[in-house]
């Protein structure tokens, strides 16, 4: 994390919020379970990653951290398709698919040599005061200029019943 935000301020460039951002990686041995596959819990470390790169290297920082709000992960999914192996170079990249009132829903898409391996879907959002914040207003001030992008049914569908399996648990 402290690698991110020391990178982000010195020697990485500034990146727009709509642009996708990707980065490329390699399956360390201490990424994967019984030293052959990765980890499912290391999607989840690489997902988080470049969030925070995206966090850090644009105008959202200045409009949320700085202010005293903070990221918070409402939900994640993720979809795999074939295992990364050890030692193979794989990317990420994040696509910002749409954002609602008080979410943002990010598409984290695990591809090596073109094929996808893996899909991740987060939902996030900004807290402060005990309570999420307005995401569009978050957004205008970060430099997004559409007013608003609608999730895709099929990412907004994938969340829907969160909150009735807490309620039941």
């Known amino acids: ?3 991110i935000f020391i990178g982000s301020r010195l020697f990485w460039k500034p990146v727009d919020l709509e642009a996708d951002i990707s980065r490329t990686r390699r399956v360390s041995l201490l990424d994967c379970e019984g030293f052959r596959f990765m980890s499912n819990a290391k999607y989840f470390y690489y997902m988080d990653l470049i969030r925070f790169e995206i966090l850090f290297r644009s105008d959202l920082y200045k409009a949320t951290i700085k202010k005293g709000m903070f990221p918070v992960l409402g939900s994640q999914k993720i979809i795999y398709k074939k295992p990364l192996k050890r030692w193979q170079k794989f990317k990420v990249t994040l696509v910002l698919e749409g954002w609602e009132d008080n979410w943002a829903y ?3 898409i695990f591809t090596r040599n073109g094929e996808v391996y893996a ?3 987060t939902k996030v959002g900004f807290w402060k005061n005990r309570d999420t914040q307005d995401m569009r207003a978050i957004l205008a001030e970060s430099g997004i200029t559409m007013k608003d992008k609608a999730p895709p049914t099929a990412i907004l569908n994938l969340f829907n019943k969160d909150y009735d399996i807490l309620k039941n648990a």
């Open 1 to 3: 994390m402290l690698y």
């Open 106 to 108: 990010h598409r984290q």
């Open 119 to 121: 899909i991740g879907i």
